[in-house]
């Protein structure tokens, strides 16, 4: 028999990270006594939940758990630093992730929204020598850094007087100072000095943002974008020409400015989704049962929320009373509201939330449709899943796609490239009869002409714009590289079961062997059955229960899961196995041949079959049946019409059952009998024959499979914490009808990327000459800023692709 110890993570391991959790449960589990370790994090703040053996005392698990959490915390510290300009210098940070990663000692270091993370070995490295190297020596205001606290390093701009719109109203203010100096310059008899001054206002106002990051980039010793530009107008101003100095600036500063808010845009595409929850909410805590109205902040888990009809929800939790339809829309992009009934066994739903059945469970965001409901909040505000989603999908903007390290790459070797043919164009006077004004003027445009906005921009405007859409449509994407990978994937695995199938199973068939009943049979399945999570195991339960009315069901003892094959118990002094053929491998007990045959043409007709054995008596066996999911079928024909050239089913079922599920949806390849090492095997052949795989699964049962696949694909991660953190894309709804739209977005953003690449490496190659043989510096800037504004654009209609479920 075992009992249950919940303990609080935070008060185990304060300030530790998910690693020193895994840690966590994974040296529990070895522990001999100790049957299970697994997080709840449906509840805040989160909780262990340990099983052990009912011969322990709670006392002396909870004193092993302190023991070794302390082990960890002694061995693991973690370091945050805060920093505000992640996105901005985003190369500058994966050097130093690189540098970090490096060391010796540092486990792990990433950025994320909040900033960088590193997590380092105590006795191999310190937390001064990390700061050392985030700082690059210099001192710091700042106390020396020390372990699992956080520290800031931030830059502040100046000049924001107008909040966002500041560099446009400043670039906006250049034109108009500009124009001025041009019509004074055409329409009135004015003296020189009084245009001059008017050119100077539009040089400051356009160069003002400009300066700042050239400044910023030269003290990291980088020569960016910007610096070209500001040398470009200095030269031309230098050389009389004020006018088209100033004309560089506010066209450069008004092209940066829109190109900016046209970026603004599909970032508060992100950040809308941060706006669907309430800011308050309903709650009855006391007995009386009046409500008052609280910030979602101060709702703590436990607190009972009352949800009036047409409003959104405003905090995950279950219904406790009630029944209504809820759009889930915004959170996992089903487009029919979903139906939500309140829970059966309210106490059972308070300890184990993870548990608790869809038809049962809400998300924060979420809008309540005709009918009143009461829920049981189960997450605080800050770890509700759609906090979850839009941290995430934030965090994705951090991450660099493969094709933005190239650019990045090819940005470090052209620019000085760029700076060296300028410098051979300086000396064409000596070669060429024309005034040094004039071979200096060239090379300012050249200059110009040369500088690669539109390509640093390419890439990141389309992968913002593609995790942004398709996180509308409940399809999380955990950056561009993840993005990029499944725009060119040629196979997609499927795990079976809750996968293509609806993971619901139920009993088909019931086959009694000698000397048994059929009350007997189900009677000793359902016992042992009844303490396991397995989805068969639940359809025997289930339905086994509703066969027997009204019969006292005995209880089952050491009860013991042997993975991929089934479980072992005792019950009334009896051994009990009930699981596979497999499970009976290493009995010398052979299947009697009538029961044999029986099962043999269960299976030919593809069920899942359960064979029962108490001590050396065989009792029979339970054919179970898992039904295909109903958009199965589409959503494979859907794949392949993508381009999707293998579609694999992976299954621990026989090959029999496989095999007719396959063929009921149109499935190529069908492969089972496999354990969950079996799954990696198979998505590794499968890789090695055609490329690039993607593995669909629950993220949880599969994740080796998952792990090993070149994209893993989690279903219906807006129940799972375990999907969201461990997948590289997460379908939030428990419908596989996402899965051909995150293909189609993937594949139309790799499309743009090379659409936007070839356009800004084009107006480039056609600029660089056409400068050299004499167009000037105004032409230039106006075909160089259109071209980036064109990328933007393109990357923006991603944001408009269609979903078409």
Same mark, same amino acid.
């Given at each position: 028999m075992?009992?249950?110890?919940p303990?609080?993570?935070e008060?185990l391991?304060?300030?530790?990270d998910d690693?020193?959790?895994?840690?966590?449960?994974?040296?529990?589990?070895?522990?001999?006594?100790?049957?299970?370790a697994h997080v709840?994090q449906d509840a805040g703040p989160?909780?262990l939940?340990?099983?052990?053996?009912?011969a322990m005392t709670? $006392?002396d698990v909870e004193?092993r758990?302190?023991?070794?959490?302390?082990k960890?915390? $002694?061995?693991?510290?973690?370091?945050?630093?805060a920093a505000?300009?992640l996105?901005?210098?985003?190369? !500058?940070?994966q =050097?130093?992730i690189?540098q970090?990663d490096?060391? %010796?000692?540092?486990v792990?270091?990433?950025l994320?929204t909040?900033?960088l993370?590193?997590?380092?070995?105590r006795?191999?490295?310190t937390?001064? !020598?990390l700061?050392?190297?985030?700082?690059?020596g210099?001192?710091q205001?700042t106390?020396p850094a020390? *372990?699992?606290?956080?520290?800031?390093d931030?830059?502040h701009?100046?000049?924001? +007087?107008?909040?966002?719109?500041?560099?446009?109203?400043? &670039? &906006?203010l250049?034109?108009?100072?500009?124009?001025t100096g041009f019509?004074? $310059?055409?329409?009135?008899?004015t003296?020189?000095?009084v245009?001059?001054?008017?050119?100077g206002?539009a040089?400051v106002f356009?160069a003002f943002? *400009?300066a700042?990051?050239?400044?910023q980039?030269v003290?990291r010793?980088?020569?960016?974008i910007?610096?070209l530009?500001? +040398?470009?107008?200095a030269g031309?101003?230098?050389?009389?020409?004020?006018?088209?100095?100033?004309?560089?600036?506010f066209?450069?500063s008004?092209g940066?400015a829109l190109?900016g808010?046209?970026m #603004?845009?599909a /970032? /508060?595409?992100?950040e809308?989704?941060?706006?669907?929850?309430?800011?308050t909410?309903?709650v009855?805590?006391?007995?009386?049962?009046?409500?008052?109205e609280?910030?979602?902040?101060q709702l703590?888990?436990?607190?009972?929320?009352v949800v009036?009809?047409?409003?959104?929800?405003a905090?995950?939790g279950?219904?406790v009373a009630?029944t209504?339809?809820v759009d889930?829309a915004?959170v996992?992009?089903?487009s029919?509201p979903?139906?939500?009934?309140?829970v059966t066994?309210?106490l @059972?739903?308070s300890?184990?939330p993870?548990?608790v059945?869809p038809?049962? @469970?809400?998300f924060?965001?979420t809008?309540?449709?005709a009918g009143?409901?009461?829920?049981?909040v189960? @997450?605080?505000?800050?770890d509700?899943?759609l906090s979850r989603?839009v /941290?995430l999908?934030?965090e994705?903007?951090v991450?660099?796609s493969? *094709?933005q @390290?190239?650019?990045?790459?090819?940005?470090r070797i052209?620019?000085p490239a760029v700076? %060296?043919?300028?410098?051979v164009?300086l000396a064409a006077?000596?070669?060429?009869d024309?005034?040094?004004?004039?071979?200096?003027?060239?090379a300012l445009?050249?200059?110009? =002409?040369a500088?690669p906005? =539109?390509?640093?921009?390419?890439t990141?405007?389309?992968?913002?714009?593609a +995790?942004?859409r398709?996180?509308r449509s409940?399809?999380?994407?955990?950056g #561009?590289?993840?993005?990029?990978t499944l725009g060119r994937?040629n196979?997609v695995?499927f795990?079976k079961?809750g996968?293509?199938?609806?993971?619901l199973?139920?009993?088909?068939?019931?086959? %009694?062997?000698d000397?048994?009943?059929r009350?007997?049979?189900?009677?000793?399945?359902?016992?042992?059955?009844q303490?396991s999570?397995?989805?068969?195991?639940r359809a025997? +339960?289930r339905?086994?229960?509703?066969?027997l009315?009204?019969?006292?069901?005995p209880r089952?003892?050491?009860?013991?899961?042997?993975?991929g094959?089934?479980v072992t118990?005792?019950l009334?002094g &009896?051994?009990?196995?009930?699981g596979?053929r497999e499970l009976?491998?290493?009995?010398?007990?052979?299947?009697?041949?009538?029961?044999?045959?029986?099962?043999a043409?269960? !299976?030919?007709s593809g069920r899942?079959?359960m064979?029962?054995?108490? #001590?050396?008596?065989?009792?029979?066996?339970?054919g179970v049946?898992?039904?295909?999911?109903?958009?199965?079928?589409d959503?494979?024909?859907?794949?392949?019409e993508?381009?999707?050239?293998?579609?694999?089913?992976?299954?621990g079922?026989n090959q029999?059952v496989?095999?007719?599920v396959a =063929?009921e949806?149109g499935i190529q390849?069908?492969r089972g009998?496999l354990?969950?090492e079996?799954k990696?095997?198979?998505?590794?052949r499968?890789?090695?024959?055609y490329?690039?795989?993607?593995?669909?699964?629950?993220?949880?049962?599969?994740?080796p499979?998952?792990?090993?696949a070149? %994209?893993?694909?989690a279903m219906g991660?807006?129940?799972?914490?375990v999907a969201?953190? *461990?997948?590289?894309?997460a379908?939030?709804?428990?419908d596989l009808?996402?899965?051909?739209?995150a293909l189609?977005v993937s594949?139309?953003?790799n499309r743009?990327?090379a659409q936007n690449l070839w356009?800004s490496l084009g107006?480039?190659?056609?600029?660089?000459?056409?400068?050299?043989?004499?167009?000037?510096?105004?032409?230039?800037v106006l075909?160089?800023? #259109?071209?980036?504004l064109?990328?933007?654009?393109n990357?923006?209609?991603?944001l408009?692709?269609?979903?078409r479920r």
């Amino acid at each position: 028999m075992t009992d249950k110890l919940p303990l609080n993570v935070e008060a185990l391991l304060p300030g530790g990270d998910d690693r020193c959790v895994d840690r966590l449960v994974r040296d529990l589990t070895a522990d001999s006594h100790i049957e299970h370790a697994h997080v709840v994090q449906d509840a805040g703040p989160s909780r262990l939940c340990v099983h052990y053996d009912s011969a322990m005392t709670a $006392a002396d698990v909870e004193q092993r758990t302190r023991h070794i959490a302390s082990k960890i915390d $002694a061995q693991y510290g973690h370091l945050r630093w805060a920093a505000t300009d992640l996105a901005e210098h985003r190369e !500058e940070n994966q =050097a130093l992730i690189g540098q970090l990663d490096a060391m %010796v000692g540092v486990v792990e270091a990433r950025l994320d929204t909040d900033g960088l993370r590193i997590e380092f070995e105590r006795d191999r490295i310190t937390a001064d !020598e990390l700061v050392a190297v985030i700082t690059g020596g210099q001192s710091q205001s700042t106390p020396p850094a020390s *372990t699992d606290e956080d520290h800031g390093d931030h830059e502040h701009g100046w000049g924001m +007087v107008f909040g966002e719109r500041s560099e446009l109203i400043f &670039a &906006a203010l250049s034109g108009v100072f500009l124009l001025t100096g041009f019509l004074l $310059a055409s329409l009135a008899d004015t003296a020189r000095s009084v245009e001059m001054v008017f050119y100077g206002l539009a040089f400051v106002f356009g160069a003002f943002f *400009t300066a700042q990051e050239t400044f910023q980039s030269v003290r990291r010793r980088r020569f960016e974008i910007d610096f070209l530009m500001l +040398v470009a107008a200095a030269g031309a101003a230098a050389l009389g020409e004020v006018a088209e100095g100033a004309l560089l600036l506010f066209l450069f500063s008004i092209g940066h400015a829109l190109e900016g808010y046209a970026m #603004g845009r599909a /970032r /508060r595409a992100i950040e809308a989704l941060a706006d669907l929850a309430p800011k308050t909410a309903l709650v009855r805590r006391d007995r009386t049962g009046e409500t008052i109205e609280v910030p979602v902040e101060q709702l703590r888990v436990g607190d009972v929320v009352v949800v009036r009809p047409n409003v959104r929800i405003a905090a995950d939790g279950f219904v406790v009373a009630g029944t209504s339809s809820v759009d889930q829309a915004p959170v996992t992009g089903e487009s029919v509201p979903v139906d939500k009934v309140p829970v059966t066994d309210v106490l @059972r739903a308070s300890v184990e939330p993870e548990q608790v059945d869809p038809s049962s @469970r809400v998300f924060a965001g979420t809008i309540n449709g005709a009918g009143a409901i009461e829920i049981q909040v189960t @997450r605080l505000a800050v770890d509700s899943t759609l906090s979850r989603v839009v /941290r995430l999908v934030s965090e994705a903007q951090v991450e660099v796609s493969p *094709t933005q @390290r190239f650019t990045d790459k090819f940005q470090r070797i052209f620019v000085p490239a760029v700076l %060296v043919l300028v410098g051979v164009l300086l000396a064409a006077g000596w070669v060429i009869d024309e005034p040094f004004s004039a071979t200096v003027y060239r090379a300012l445009a050249v200059l110009v =002409a040369a500088s690669p906005c =539109a390509l640093a921009i390419a890439t990141p405007s389309a992968v913002l714009s593609a +995790v942004a859409r398709a996180a509308r449509s409940g399809v999380l994407i955990k950056g #561009g590289a993840s993005l990029e990978t499944l725009g060119r994937v040629n196979a997609v695995a499927f795990d079976k079961t809750g996968t293509l199938t609806q993971g619901l199973p139920r009993i088909a068939d019931i086959v %009694v062997a000698d000397g048994c009943d059929r009350t007997e049979l189900l009677t000793i399945a359902v016992s042992v059955e009844q303490q396991s999570d397995h989805p068969l195991a639940r359809a025997i +339960v289930r339905d086994g229960s509703a066969l027997l009315d009204d019969t006292e069901i005995p209880r089952a003892t050491n009860v013991q899961s042997v993975t991929g094959r089934g479980v072992t118990a005792d019950l009334e002094g &009896a051994l009990v196995q009930v699981g596979k053929r497999e499970l009976f491998d290493d009995d010398t007990d052979e299947l009697p041949s009538a029961l044999a045959n029986d099962v043999a043409e269960l !299976e030919r007709s593809g069920r899942t079959t359960m064979l029962v054995r108490a #001590g050396k008596r065989w009792l029979g066996a339970i054919g179970v049946m898992d039904t295909a999911r109903h958009e199965a079928v589409d959503v494979v024909t859907g794949l392949t019409e993508l381009g999707v050239k293998s579609t694999v089913m992976l299954s621990g079922d026989n090959q029999q059952v496989a095999d007719a599920v396959a =063929a009921e949806i149109g499935i190529q390849e069908a492969r089972g009998d496999l354990m969950p090492e079996d799954k990696v095997t198979e998505i590794k052949r499968i890789r090695d024959q055609y490329g690039l795989v993607a593995m669909v699964g629950d993220g949880v049962n599969d994740a080796p499979a998952l792990a090993a696949a070149n %994209v893993g694909i989690a279903m219906g991660a807006a129940g799972s914490d375990v999907a969201l953190e *461990t997948a590289d894309i997460a379908l939030m709804a428990d419908d596989l009808k996402a899965l051909p739209f995150a293909l189609k977005v993937s594949r139309q953003s790799n499309r743009i990327i090379a659409q936007n690449l070839w356009a800004s490496l084009g107006v480039v190659a056609i600029l660089i000459p056409a400068t050299i043989f004499g167009l000037g510096i105004g032409p230039a800037v106006l075909i160089h800023e #259109g071209s980036t504004l064109i990328v933007v654009a393109n990357a923006l209609r991603l944001l408009a692709l269609r979903d078409r479920r």
